[in-house]
């Protein structure tokens, strides 16, 4: 029976061999994952757990999710992601998504960075001020 | 209504500002008091996580991917999935003048019902002790108002002396002793006029007692009217573990502030072995490597870091102090164990208290042999050292030849003069809780036995020559008693008078 720390230690490694110039590559991903499935080993599948966390964990520092109160137009969206590459880096993608319970503005999460423009955060805000 | 909109334009002013970076991260786990929270990548050690319900969490562990968080408050209102901020700010407590009188918990919030406290200045609950520049050494003492400590153990202002002893021996009479002995004497000095009389403001830090416990301290300080300069940091066994495990921190935080502006507090850590408990806690639950009976790695540092914090700064940078009276319970006496040897190691002194000598009805239970003072010597008042001086080795021989007494065997008459005088001086030292006795009542008293005045006087009547002698001194002699306290030493002058008073009232005596 392996350990947690022996599954931790031996996703990371998968991982790290996904990592092709500090990016992820979907095909080495996917590749690690039938290979375990194939492999039929013990452990296997708290192994695909722990690298589908680190997976997730990756997506989450490379994609923007970008949130805002109403649907915006394709050229604001294309200067939205040049800002965003500009600080991230070029190997970042966004998701755009209407959120009407933002009120107005827009919410900007890439990892655990938070950009938040919105009217519910600021009126959040004036609340907590009170 | 001019002004609320004022105060309403600014608060939208403040909010308005640029929309800033902020850090965030996702609960993945909680219970026991902490949290796993998934992200909050930028986090420091030691920051404060803003929770969300109001309720702020304190980051200890930094992993790969997430954080642990302790949870200052009550955490059932949190779930997982719940997002946690970090606020870029290390966890920070009120200080000053305006908690004096208070009862307040780990985050120097009010608990005792009377109203918000007035301070404006906070300090962070962690903060690096004072370094050797800073530092000067121990002179001046604290009258704990307990003969054998005054005589014996001398305390100093700056100085860390442990109370160590089994359940129910007497540890936290001894310091609420020392708080109503503080509170008497700034009281006398401010009734004065005494502008050279450095007052001595106590903190007392109640750690995983039981409320009951604690109610009962608050009650004895409010009767002995202590609370005015005394500041009660309650942390019960039903608080949280990380409040508990962080009340001394905030406790050292309230004392630097009296010792950076110049002034004298003494802290009183009530008890460490709780503190050790809970802090293991906290370490189990994070997943933290555990060593010897389970406790962390870092449990010596842990105490050592709090108790560094207590010091005697120079004159050159205030020249305030923050003594520190940290109590450890024993069991059985065992004074080996693991924390125990820990703090005697990090202290300048312990105060050993016995369960046998309790019982005796030896009271203060304290062991004069296993008990020290490292450094408070120094600070000991000189008339005192005069007339204490030969004491602690009296009492040593005394044990020993107390030892021989018992199989009845015919003893020389020097043997037995020895003997005689120890007996007497253990009665001496027998003191009824929470009435503090004035220095310079004990050095009359001392000096009284010391200069044999007691010899003839029978065991069983000691006491009672002691309570007399102390109501004629008191009474009559009082200029006697104020040349003492004022000279501070005890002149060939001074010394005749004493006895000349103690021959005077021996007349009298029957």
Same mark, same amino acid.
């Given at each position: 029976m392996k350990t947690t720390r022996q599954i931790k230690r031996e996703a990371k490694r998968l991982f790290r061999w996904c990592l092709v110039n500090g990016l992820l590559d979907a095909g080495r991903a996917r590749q690690v994952v039938q290979r375990i499935i194939d492999g039929k080993r013990r452990g296997g599948l708290a192994l695909l757990s722990q690298f589908q966390r680190l997976v997730k964990l990756d997506c989450a520092r490379h994609t923007a999710e970008v949130e805002s109160a109403m649907p915006l137009p394709p050229d604001f969206r294309a200067s939205i992601q040049a800002g965003l590459a500009r600080v991230y880096g070029p190997g970042i993608s966004a998701s755009f998504a209407h959120n009407p319970g933002l009120i107005g503005g827009m919410r900007i999460k890439v990892g655990s960075d938070v950009y938040d423009g919105s009217v519910r955060a600021r009126l959040a805000a004036l609340e907590k001020g009170f | 209504m001019a002004?609320?909109?004022?105060?309403?334009?600014?608060?939208?002013?403040? =909010?308005?500002?640029?929309?800033?970076?902020?850090?965030?991260?996702? /609960?993945?786990?909680?219970?026991?008091? =902490?949290?796993? /929270?998934?992200?909050?990548?930028?986090?420091?050690?030691?920051?404060?996580?803003?929770?969300?319900?109001?309720?702020?969490?304190?980051?200890?562990?930094? !992993?790969?991917?997430?954080?642990? =968080?302790?949870?200052?408050?009550?955490?059932?209102?949190?779930?997982?999935? !719940?997002?946690?901020?970090?606020?870029?700010?290390?966890?920070?407590?009120?200080?000053?003048?305006?908690?004096?009188?208070?009862?307040?918990?780990?985050?120097g919030e009010p608990v005792d019902g009377k109203g918000p406290i007035k301070s404006d200045v906070a300090y962070p609950v962690e903060k690096v002790a004072p370094g050797i520049i800073r530092r000067s050494p121990v002179r001046q003492p604290v009258q704990t108002g307990i003969m054998a400590i005054d005589a014996m153990i001398p305390i100093g202002r700056g100085q860390r002396e442990l109370i160590i002893g089994d359940r129910s021996t007497g540890k936290t009479t001894l310091c609420i002793d020392t708080i109503i002995s503080q509170a008497g004497l700034n009281k006398a000095a401010e009734a004065a006029g005494d502008k050279d009389y450095r007052p001595l403001y106590c903190i007392y830090v109640a750690i995983g007692q039981k409320q009951s416990s604690i109610a009962q301290t608050i009650t004895v300080l409010e009767k002995a009217d202590a609370m005015p300069y005394t500041i009660v940091l309650d942390s019960s066994a039903s608080d949280s573990v990380a409040n508990q495990y962080l009340a001394p921190f905030a406790g050292a935080a309230m004392g630097e502030w009296f010792m950076d502006h110049g002034m004298d507090a003494l802290i009183i850590y009530d008890d460490l072995s709780k503190h050790a408990v809970a802090y293991r806690q906290i370490s189990l639950v994070l997943k933290r490597p555990s060593?010897?009976?389970?406790?962390?790695? !870092?449990?010596?540092?842990?105490?050592?870091?709090?108790?560094?914090?207590?010091?005697?700064?120079?004159?050159?940078?205030?020249?305030?102090?923050?003594?520190?009276?940290?109590?450890?319970?024993?069991?059985?006496?065992?004074?080996?164990?693991?924390?125990?040897?820990?703090?005697?190691? /990090?202290? !300048?002194?312990?105060?050993?208290?016995?369960?046998?000598l309790f019982y005796q009805g030896?009271?203060?239970?304290?062991? =004069?042999?296993?008990?020290?003072?490292?450094?408070?010597?120094?600070?000991?008042?000189?008339?005192?050292?005069?007339?204490?001086?030969?004491?602690?080795?009296d009492l040593a021989q005394f044990r020993e030849l107390a030892a021989f007494a018992q199989f009845g065997s015919e003893l020389d008459p020097k043997t037995q003069a020895l003997i005689d005088r120890g007996k007497r001086i253990m009665e001496i030292f027998k003191q009824p809780q929470y009435s503090p006795v004035p220095v310079e009542v004990q050095v009359a008293v001392i000096g009284a036995v010391q200069g044999g005045y007691l010899d003839d006087v029978p065991v069983d009547r000691v006491k009672d020559f002691q309570v007399r002698l102390t109501e004629f001194l008191t009474t009559r002699k009082t200029e006697l008693l104020g040349k003492i306290a004022r000279e501070k030493t005890l002149s060939e002058a001074l010394t005749a008078e004493l006895k000349a008073a103690v021959n005077q009232f021996k007349q009298t005596w029957k």
């Amino acid at each position: 029976m392996k350990t947690t720390r022996q599954i931790k230690r031996e996703a990371k490694r998968l991982f790290r061999w996904c990592l092709v110039n500090g990016l992820l590559d979907a095909g080495r991903a996917r590749q690690v994952v039938q290979r375990i499935i194939d492999g039929k080993r013990r452990g296997g599948l708290a192994l695909l757990s722990q690298f589908q966390r680190l997976v997730k964990l990756d997506c989450a520092r490379h994609t923007a999710e970008v949130e805002s109160a109403m649907p915006l137009p394709p050229d604001f969206r294309a200067s939205i992601q040049a800002g965003l590459a500009r600080v991230y880096g070029p190997g970042i993608s966004a998701s755009f998504a209407h959120n009407p319970g933002l009120i107005g503005g827009m919410r900007i999460k890439v990892g655990s960075d938070v950009y938040d423009g919105s009217v519910r955060a600021r009126l959040a805000a004036l609340e907590k001020g009170f | 209504m001019a002004d609320l909109l004022h105060e309403i334009e600014a608060q939208i002013a403040g =909010v308005k500002a640029t929309t800033a970076k902020q850090n965030v991260g996702v /609960i993945r786990e909680i219970g026991d008091g =902490v949290a796993r /929270i998934e992200g909050l990548a930028d986090a420091m050690l030691n920051e404060m996580i803003d929770l969300g319900h109001g309720i702020t969490g304190l980051a200890l562990n930094l !992993d790969e991917t997430e954080v642990g =968080v302790i949870i200052l408050g009550d955490y059932t209102q949190l779930h997982e999935g !719940d997002e946690a901020r970090a606020t870029g700010k290390l966890l920070q407590v009120p200080v000053g003048k305006g908690l004096l009188g208070r009862v307040v918990n780990t985050l120097g919030e009010p608990v005792d019902g009377k109203g918000p406290i007035k301070s404006d200045v906070a300090y962070p609950v962690e903060k690096v002790a004072p370094g050797i520049i800073r530092r000067s050494p121990v002179r001046q003492p604290v009258q704990t108002g307990i003969m054998a400590i005054d005589a014996m153990i001398p305390i100093g202002r700056g100085q860390r002396e442990l109370i160590i002893g089994d359940r129910s021996t007497g540890k936290t009479t001894l310091c609420i002793d020392t708080i109503i002995s503080q509170a008497g004497l700034n009281k006398a000095a401010e009734a004065a006029g005494d502008k050279d009389y450095r007052p001595l403001y106590c903190i007392y830090v109640a750690i995983g007692q039981k409320q009951s416990s604690i109610a009962q301290t608050i009650t004895v300080l409010e009767k002995a009217d202590a609370m005015p300069y005394t500041i009660v940091l309650d942390s019960s066994a039903s608080d949280s573990v990380a409040n508990q495990y962080l009340a001394p921190f905030a406790g050292a935080a309230m004392g630097e502030w009296f010792m950076d502006h110049g002034m004298d507090a003494l802290i009183i850590y009530d008890d460490l072995s709780k503190h050790a408990v809970a802090y293991r806690q906290i370490s189990l639950v994070l997943k933290r490597p555990s060593g010897r009976e389970a406790y962390p790695g !870092d449990v010596f540092y842990l105490h050592s870091r709090l108790l560094e914090r207590a010091a005697r700064v120079g004159e050159k940078y205030g020249n305030g102090s923050l003594t520190a009276l940290p109590i450890i319970e024993t069991k059985a006496g065992d004074v080996s164990a693991y924390i125990p040897t820990n703090v005697i190691s /990090i202290t !300048d002194g312990q105060i050993y208290l016995e369960t046998d000598l309790f019982y005796q009805g030896i009271r203060p239970a304290i062991s =004069v042999g296993l008990s020290v003072s490292r450094v408070g010597s120094a600070a000991q008042l000189k008339a005192m050292k005069q007339v204490a001086g030969q004491l602690k080795g009296d009492l040593a021989q005394f044990r020993e030849l107390a030892a021989f007494a018992q199989f009845g065997s015919e003893l020389d008459p020097k043997t037995q003069a020895l003997i005689d005088r120890g007996k007497r001086i253990m009665e001496i030292f027998k003191q009824p809780q929470y009435s503090p006795v004035p220095v310079e009542v004990q050095v009359a008293v001392i000096g009284a036995v010391q200069g044999g005045y007691l010899d003839d006087v029978p065991v069983d009547r000691v006491k009672d020559f002691q309570v007399r002698l102390t109501e004629f001194l008191t009474t009559r002699k009082t200029e006697l008693l104020g040349k003492i306290a004022r000279e501070k030493t005890l002149s060939e002058a001074l010394t005749a008078e004493l006895k000349a008073a103690v021959n005077q009232f021996k007349q009298t005596w029957k």
